[in-house]
C-alpha cells in the first residue's frame, strides 16, 4: 500500500479549505461561453438520428435501408449489421446501442443515418422499412416474475438458485445477504411490522440531453466531444465495440450537463463513429428529450416485501428483506446492492435481505445516485417508521437506540470504521425544524440513508509554470463543481492562492486513465491523487531550494508555501516561495511537475438522516412540502457550497421520486409521458428552503478526511416524506410515487373499510 | 489464518459457505486461495470488491491481509 | 413548408382559404411548434397572426373587452381593468404554462388548440365569454363553449381564423373564479379545471350561475346542473354540495398519465365547489 | 422549401440570417448565429433552459420560429455582461454557488432578469413562481432562488447610492 505512510500525514488545521471562493469554470457558465455536449461543431459535420422501435417487444426479421439511402443529402446508414455482433461483457451494451434479433423495448435503437442537415436526416428516418413481427411484452416486475410471463430472453436461466431451474425465466439472479438467525431474533420480538411496497423508475433527469461530436476516419484514428461522466468508459467502450485501438480514439469531455449516473454508460457514441467512418465526414448526434426518456436511463421500478422485529423499549430483534428490481431488457439492475444497503443504518444481530434481478421490457437501467440503495431505504426507513410509532417511541430515539457505529458489523458484512450516522440523528433532533408546531393536515417524517462510496483509477498532473502558478489536469469529468475543489487542495497543499491554480478535465490522450466521475468518487480520489501530486511537487522544489544552497536535501523543510532551511541550517538562508523556486526552475533542473496515479480505495461509507414536514389536501392529495432539513456526514467539505448543494439536488431529486416522478407505460408497452411535462420533476415553486447540517466525521483514508457527498442524499428522501404524508393523512403509504390519486385512493379506501 | 466470508451471490455460488481460513498475505492470495477451492467462483473473482477490515479494495491485488484479518469477498459494486 | 405573415386579417383568411394541406396558424404558437417538433402535423402552411395590428390588441367594447387573438396570456395579466372584471378569466390565462409561456400563448390559441384540459376555456365559457371569428364569408360571433367540438377538432371552417375573444360587461354583483389541479405546483396541463361565474342580487339570493369543467370529457363542458344547484340559493354549504355532486356527475373522463377516472370525478366537485367559493367572495364584493 | 432571410436585433447588433421556415429561433441562434448559450433541454417549452427575450417578453426559443424574429428585438445570455463586467445576477449566482452543472444556468439568468426588471423586490414565493418554468435537477433551487434575492436587494442598494 504506497500510500499508507503519506495518509499518515493528515492534516486537520486549513488556510482554505473550507472557504467558498468562486468556480474556476463560473463565468464561462454564467456568461453562455461554457460549451457543452451539443455545443461543437466541426467542418463538414453531418447530423446523426436514430430510428427507434415503437414496440415494446418484437422480433426484427428485416431492415430495408435502401430508399433512405438513396435520398439525396444521405451520407450513411448503419443497423446492426455495422458492428459485430460478440459474446463477452459488453453484448449487452452493443445491443442496447443498436438492437440485434429484436426490439426489446419501446425506444430501442433499430437503425441510424447520417444527412446534411436534421431535416434530410428525419426524412430518411421515415423512409427505413422495419419488418416487426410483435411480440407479447411484460413492464411490471411483479407480472415478469409470473409464471406464463412473455420471456425475453429463452436462454436465460435464474442463476444462484437451487436446483438449477430448467425452465427461461425473466428472472437473471437471486442473492442474498444475512448474518445471524432471522428465526430466532423474530421469536424475539415483542412487535412485527410487515409490509410490502412497490416503487416506480424514475429518470436521472439531467437537463442536458446526451450529445456527441465524432470524427473518425478509415485509418482507424478519430476522436469524440462527448458530454459524458468518463470519457475514458467512452474510449475503452467505443473502441473496443468499434475494433479500434484504444490509443487511436481520442476522447475529449465537454462541460456537462448533468448525469446523477445516466451519463456512465454509451449510447449514441459507437453509433456516431459508425457513421463518422462510413460517411468519412464527422457525425454531430444530440438526443431529443423524447429519446432521452425512451431510451436512456432510468432506473429500477421495484416490488419488496420488509419485515422488521422489536423489543417493547425499542431494541431491533431481527429484520428480513425480499427485494424484486427490474432493470429493463438486460441483466444488472442494481438489486444487489439494494440488499446490501437495505440494513446498512443499524446495528443487527439478525438479518436477512434476498434480492432478485429481473428483465423487462423496458430499457435497460442505468446507474442513478446511490444505484438500489433509494428504493430499499424508503420501504425499510417506513417500517422503521411504523414501528417507532407502535412502541411510542420517539423516531430519532428509536433510531439512535439501533444505530449503526465504529465497530457495527454492517448487514452486508464488514465492520464499520468510523462513521457519522449518530451525529447526523443527534443534528436533526437538535435542529429547530424537529420541533416547529405542525398544523392540521400536516405532517413530519425522518428518515436515514446510507451509501458506500466509491473511488477507483485516477491519475492527475500538476504542472507548475515559470509564474508561480499552477496548472492541473484530472481527468474526472466536473459534474458540479469539482474543479473549485481540486484548486482549493492544489492550494493548500502547495501554500499558494487558489486563484494561482487553474484545474481543467485533461482529454483521454493528455492523461492517463481515469475511472468515470461516479460513486461520489472524485473530490475524494481526484483530490487525494491531487493532494498527493501536490506533495511531489514540494518535495522537488525542497530539492531544488537545497541544491541553490548547497545543503542536503532532507536539511529543507516546507511551511506555508516556502521551502526553508531546517536543522543545523535553520536562518542560514533566506526561505525560497514556491513563485522564486518556480521563476528559477528552467536553472535548477528543468520544469517542474507533480504526478500522481493510483486505484484508489477508501472513499469512506456516509450517511444521512432527512426530516421533512409536509402538508397534504386530503381532498385532492395534493402535498406540499413544507420544511426540509438534511444533516449528512461529509468527512470534511472541502467547499461547503457545493457540498450543501449536493445534500439539496438529493433532496429535490427525493421530493420529485416521492411525490410525482414515475414512468407511466400504456397497455400497448409504450412509455406515456417521456417529456418534462408529463415526467414531472421538482420545479422551484414545489421545493421549500432546504435547511442543511454538514457532519464532518474524518475518513481515515483521506488526507483532509473527505468522504464522497454525492450520492448519500437520495438514499433518505423518500422514507422520509413517506413518513411524513403518511403521518399527515393517518393512513401509510406504501407506493411511490405518493401522487395525489394514489393519496385520494388510499384515504377513501380507508373510508370504505371504516363504513364496512 | 485470516478468515474469509463470502457476500450475497458470491455465497450461493460457492454452495452457501459461509466463512473459509485462508492463508494469504494479500488480497491476490485471498483471491487465489478461494478460487482452488471454489472454481465456480473464477468467472467472478477478476471483478469482486474484497472488504479486508471493514475497508473496501475494488480491483487491489496488493492489499495486505493479516494473518487475524476479516475479509469478505462482495461482488461488484459501482455507484451513479 | 410555407410560412407567410400577412399584416391584415383580410389578407390571411385569403391565405388559408386558398391554402390545400394542412394548415397550421400561430398565435402564441406554443401549441404549433410542439406539434412540429414531434412530427405529428406537418402543415403545408403557416401564417403568422402576429403582424395583424388589430389582433394585438386590448380593447373596451360594450362595457367589456375585445382581447384580441394574439395578445400573449402575459399582457392581459398587466391589464389592470381586465384583472379587476374578470378576475376568473385573468387567473385561468395566467395558469397556462411558465412564465415563458404566458410570454406568447394566448386565449385564442388556447381555444383553437382544442384541447379539453385548455386552462382558460372554462374560465371563458363561465364568463360568456364570446369568439370572434373572420372568414371566407364574412364575420361572426360564437359563444366559446360551441367552438371546441372534439379534442383537438373545433367547429370553425376552412379559412376562419379567431380573431379575439370578447369579455362581455361584467353584470353588478357577480364574481368569476377558476381553479384547476395538477400534481406540481406549476407547468403541468390540468387534470381538472373548473370555471365558476355567479351573479347574486340584493339579497345574496344567486340569480344566474355558470359552472363549466375542463379536462374530465372530450370537451370543456359547459354543466347547467351544477349551475341550477346554485341560482335561487344563498349560495350556502347544502347548495354548495348539490352543485359539487352535480359537477362530479356530469365528469365522462378517461383514465391516463394524468390522473384517474376516480380521481377526476372526485376533484372535479371538489374544486367546483371551491371556485364557487371563491367567485362568490368576489360576487359580494362587486 | 424555401429560405427566409430574416433581418433582427440582437443584444442590440443587427443579424441577418436565412432559415428554414420550420427551423425554430433556438436552432437560429444555435446552429446559425453560433449563439450557443441558449441550450436545449426539452424543445417542447417545458424546461426554460432556451429562454430569452423577444421585444421584452420572456419566452422559450425553442416556441419561436426563426422566421418570427423579422424585425423582432432579441436579448440572449451572451449579451447580459456588458463587456467584461458582469450583470449583477452573474454575479450572485457565482457567489451563492447557484449551480452545479451550468446547464441551465444561462435560462435562469434571462428569466431572473425579465423577474427583476418588472418585480424589484420579489418575495420568495414571487421568484419560486416566475422561476418555475426553468427545470433544474442538480442544485433543488434553494442557493439559485437566494442568489436572485440577493440581487434584488443589491441592486436596490445600488439604486439608492446613484440617487
Known amino acids: 500500500m504506497p500510500l499508507e505512510g503519506d495518509i499518515a500525514q493528515r492534516k486537520t488545521t486549513f488556510k482554505q479549505i473550507g472557504t467558498r471562493p468562486i468556480r474556476p469554470d463560473g463565468v464561462d457558465k454564467v456568461t453562455g461561453r461554457a460549451r457543452f455536449g451539443a455545443d461543437a461543431s466541426a467542418p463538414g459535420m453531418l447530423i446523426g438520428k436514430v430510428l427507434r422501435s415503437p414496440h415494446a417487444h418484437a422480433r426484427i426479421r428485416k431492415i430495408n435501408t435502401a430508399k433512405a439511402e438513396a435520398l439525396a443529402g444521405v451520407k450513411a446508414v448503419v443497423t446492426r449489421d455495422d458492428f459485430k455482433d460478440r459474446n463477452d461483457a459488453l453484448r449487452d451494451v452493443l445491443v442496447n446501442c443498436m438492437a440485434r434479433d429484436k426490439a426489446l423495448y419501446d425506444g430501442h435503437a433499430v437503425a441510424a443515418v447520417a444527412a446534411t442537415t436534421a431535416a434530410i436526416a428525419d426524412k430518411a428516418l421515415k423512409l427505413i422499412v422495419v419488418d416487426y413481427e410483435v411480440l407479447p411484452h411484460v413492464t411490471d416486475v411483479d407480472e415478469a416474475m409470473k409464471p406464463g410471463a412473455p420471456i425475453l430472453d429463452k436462454t436465460m436461466f435464474t442463476n444462484n438458485v437451487e436446483p438449477k431451474p430448467t425452465k427461461p425465466s425473466n428472472v437473471a439472479s437471486r442473492c442474498e445477504f444475512a448474518l445471524g438467525d432471522i428465526k430466532a431474533g423474530f421469536a424475539k420480538a415483542d412487535v412485527v411490522v410487515e409490509r410490502s411496497f412497490k416503487t416506480e423508475a424514475t429518470h436521472q433527469g439531467y437537463i442536458e440531453p446526451h450529445a456527441c461530436l465524432a470524427n473518425l476516419g478509415p485509418d482507424g484514428q478519430g476522436e469524440i466531444w462527448v458530454c459524458t461522466q468518463g470519457h475514458y468508459m467512452i474510449r475503452n467502450t467505443c473502441a473496443d465495440l468499434l475494433g479500434l485501438d484504444i490509443s487511436k480514439l481520442r476522447v475529449t469531455a465537454s462541460e456537462i450537463g448533468g448525469g446523477f449516473g445516466g451519463k456512465t454508460t454509451v449510447f449514441i457514441e459507437p453509433v456516431a463513429l459508425a457513421l463518422s467512418r462510413k460517411s468519412g465526414r464527422p457525425v454531430k448526434m444530440v438526443m431529443t428529450r423524447n429519446e432521452v426518456f425512451r431510451a436512456t436511463g432510468p432506473t429500477s421500478s421495484t416490488s419488496m416485501r420488509i419485515k422488521v422485529g422489536t423489543t417493547r423499549d425499542g431494541r431491533i430483534t431481527a429484520a428480513e428483506a425480499d427485494l424484486r428490481y427490474q432493470g429493463g431488457a438486460f441483466p444488472g439492475s442494481p438489486v444487489e446492492l439494494g440488499a446490501m444497503t437495505a440494513f446498512a443504518c443499524y446495528d443487527l444481530e439478525n438479518v436477512k435481505a434476498v434480492g432478485y434481478d429481473v428483465i423487462t421490457n423496458r430499457p435497460k437501467q442505468a446507474a442513478y445516485r446511490a444505484p438500489g440503495a433509494p428504493m430499499a431505504a424508503f420501504a425499510v426507513e417506513s417500517v422503521i417508521d411504523e414501528l417507532a410509532k407502535k412502541i411510542r417511541m420517539d423516531p430519532v430515539d428509536f433510531r439512535l437506540k439501533n444505530a449503526a457505529k465504529q465497530g457495527t458489523k454492517s448487514a452486508y458484512g464488514p465492520t464499520f470504521g468510523p462513521i457519522g450516522l449518530i451525529q447526523t440523528l443527534e443534528a436533526i433532533k437538535a435542529h429547530p425544524n424537529y420541533r416547529a408546531p405542525l398544523g392540521p393536515n400536516q405532517g413530519r417524517g425522518l428518515a436515514s440513508g446510507f451509501w458506500f462510496n466509491f473511488a477507483g483509477q485516477t491519475c492527475t498532473t500538476l504542472n507548475v509554470n515559470l509564474d508561480g502558478t499552477v496548472a492541473l489536469a484530472v481527468g474526472t469529468p466536473d459534474i458540479g463543481g469539482s474543479r473549485a475543489s481540486m484548486c482549493l487542495m492544489a492550494a493548500e497543499e502547495l501554500g499558494i492562492g487558489y486563484e494561482q491554480v487553474r484545474t481543467i478535465v485533461a482529454d483521454t490522450s493528455s492523461l492517463g486513465y481515469n475511472d468515470v466521475t461516479d460513486g461520489s468518487r472524485v473530490t475524494f480520489a481526484s483530490g487525494l491523487a491531487t493532494i498527493m501530486a501536490a506533495r511531489e511537487v514540494i518535495k522537488k522544489m525542497c530539492a531544488r531550494a537545497a541544491k541553490t544552497w548547497g545543503i542536503s536535501a532532507d536539511a529543507v523543510t516546507w511551511e506555508d508555501g516556502q521551502a526553508k532551511p531546517a536543522g543545523s541550517n535553520a536562518g542560514n538562508f533566506k526561505p525560497m516561495s514556491f513563485k522564486e523556486i518556480a521563476a528559477a526552475s528552467h536553472s535548477t533542473g528543468g520544469p517542474l511537475a507533480g504526478h500522481h496515479e493510483i486505484n484508489a480505495d477508501g472513499a469512506g461509507v456516509s450517511f444521512a438522516t432527512h426530516l421533512c414536514d409536509v402538508e397534504v389536501d386530503p381532498e385532492t392529495g395534493y402535498t406540499r412540502v413544507l420544511r426540509y432539513t438534511i444533516a449528512q456526514d461529509a468527512g470534511k467539505a472541502i467547499h461547503p457550497s457545493y457540498v450543501e448543494g449536493q445534500f439539496q439536488g438529493g433532496a429535490a431529486q427525493g421530493i420529485g421520486w416521492a411525490l410525482n416522478e414515475e414512468y407511466i407505460y400504456g397497455k400497448d408497452g409504450r412509455l406515456q409521458n417521456a417529456g418534462f411535462l408529463d415526467y414531472r420533476i421538482p420545479v422551484a415553486s414545489d421545493c421549500p428552503m432546504i435547511d442543511t447540517i454538514i457532519v464532518e466525521v474524518a475518513n481515515p483514508k483521506h488526507p483532509y478526511g473527505v468522504r464522497g457527498v454525492g450520492e448519500t442524499s437520495i438514499v433518505p428522501p423518500m422514507g422520509a416524506i413517506a413518513n411524513a404524508v403518511s403521518a399527515a393523512i393517518g393512513v401509510r403509504m406504501l407506493e411511490l410515487p405518493m401522487s395525489p390519486p394514489r393519496i385520494v385512493h388510499a384515504l377513501d379506501s380507508r373510508l370504505k373499510k371504516a363504513a364496512d | 489464518m485470516a478468515r474469509v466470508m463470502l457476500g450475497g451471490t458470491l455465497k450461493s455460488l460457492a454452495g452457501n459457505t459461509p466463512v473459509l481460513e485462508v492463508d494469504a498475505k494479500t488480497i491476490r492470495e485471498v483471491l487465489d486461495r478461494v478460487g482452488e477451492v471454489y472454481p465456480s467462483l473464477l468467472p467472478i473473482l477478476d471483478r469482486v470488491a474484497v472488504a479486508v477490515d471493514g475497508q473496501i479494495y475494488r480491483n487491489q491485488w496488493f492489499a495486505a491481509v493479516k494473518p487475524d484479518s476479516e475479509v469478505f469477498i462482495l461482488p461488484p459494486m459501482a455507484g451513479g | ?286 | 422549401m424555401s429560405g427566409h432571410h430574416v433581418t433582427t436585433t440582437i443584444n442590440g447588433d443587427s443579424v441577418e440570417f436565412v432559415c428554414e421556415p420550420q427551423e425554430s429561433l433556438l436552432d437560429v441562434l444555435r446552429n446559425h448565429l453560433g449563439l450557443t448559450g441558449a441550450k436545449e433541454g426539452c424543445g417542447t417549452g417545458d424546461c426554460g433552459a432556451c429562454s430569452i427575450e423577444l421585444d421584452g417578453r420572456l419566452v422559450c426559443s425553442c416556441l419561436v420560429l426563426g422566421a418570427e424574429a423579422e424585425g423582432r428585438k432579441i436579448r440572449t445570455i451572451e449579451g447580459m455582461a456588458k463587456g467584461d463586467k458582469l450583470h449583477p445576477l452573474q454575479k450572485k449566482f457565482l457567489e451563492h454557488a447557484a449551480l452545479q452543472c451550468g446547464i441551465c444556468t444561462p435560462g435562469f439568468l434571462v428569466a431572473a432578469r425579465a423577474l427583476l426588471e418588472r418585480t424589484p423586490n420579489p418575495t420568495e414565493t414571487q421568484v419560486r413562481y416566475w422561476l418555475a418554468g426553468n427545470l433544474c435537477r442538480c442544485t433543488g433551487y434553494d442557493k439559485i432562488v437566494r442568489a436572485v434575492l440577493a440581487t434584488a436587494v443589491e441592486m436596490k442598494q445600488e439604486k439608492r447610492h446613484a440617487a
Not at chain 3, 374530465?216 to 349560495?235: F, H, R, S
Request: proline residues 6%; glycine residues 10%.
Open chain 3, 1 to 286: 413548408m410555407q410560412f407567410e405573415a400577412p399584416e391584415t386579417v383580410g389578407a390571411a383568411v385569403k391565405l388559408l382559404a386558398k391554402a390545400s394541406g394542412t394548415t397550421r396558424m400561430l398565435a402564441g404558437g406554443t401549441d404549433v411548434l410542439v406539434q412540429l417538433r414531434s412530427g405529428t402535423v406537418e402543415p403545408k402552411l403557416i401564417v403568422d397572426l402576429k403582424r395583424i395590428a388589430e389582433l394585438g390588441k386590448i380593447a373596451p367594447e360594450k362595457g367589456g373587452f375585445r382581447v384580441g387573438a394574439t395578445v400573449p396570456a402575459a399582457a392581459i395579466g398587466e391589464n389592470v381593468k381586465v384583472r379587476k372584471m374578470w378576475p376568473g378569466v385573468v387567473e385561468a390565462a395566467n395558469l397556462i404554462g411558465s412564465t415563458q409561456i404566458q410570454g406568447r400563448a394566448t386565449l385564442a390559441g388556447n381555444l383553437c388548440n382544442g384541447s379539453p384540459a385548455a386552462d382558460s376555456v372554462p374560465a371563458l365559457i363561465a364568463a360568456s365569454a364570446v369568439a370572434l371569428i373572420a372568414g371566407p364569408k364574412g364575420r361572426r360571433k360564437v359563444p366559446v363553449e360551441k367552438i371546441i367540438v372534439g379534442p383537438g377538432k373545433t367547429s370553425l371552417k376552412k379559412g376562419e381564423i379567431v380573431t379575439g375573444i370578447v369579455l362581455p360587461a361584467r353584470p353588478a354583483r357577480t364574481g368569476d373564479a377558476y381553479l384547476r389541479f395538477i400534481p406540481r405546483s406549476e407547468m403541468d396541463i390540468a387534470v381538472v379545471g373548473v370555471g365558476v361565474c355567479l351573479t347574486l342580487d340584493a339579497k345574496g339570493v344567486c340569480t344566474a350561475a355558470r359552472v363549466s369543467l375542463g379536462a374530465v370529457a372530450p370537451t370543456p363542458l359547459l354543466v347547467k346542473a351544477a349551475a341550477d344547484a346554485l341560482i335561487g340559493t344563498k349560495v350556502d354549504a347544502a347548495a354548495l354540495a348539490k352543485m359539487a355532486k352535480a359537477a362530479s356527475a356530469a365528469c365522462n373522463p378517461i383514465d391516463d398519465k394524468r390522473g384517474t377516472k376516480e380521481f377526476r370525478v372526485k376533484v372535479a366537485g371538489v374544486l367546483a365547489r371551491r371556485a364557487a367559493e371563491k367567485a362568490l367572495k368576489r360576487a359580494r364584493g362587486n
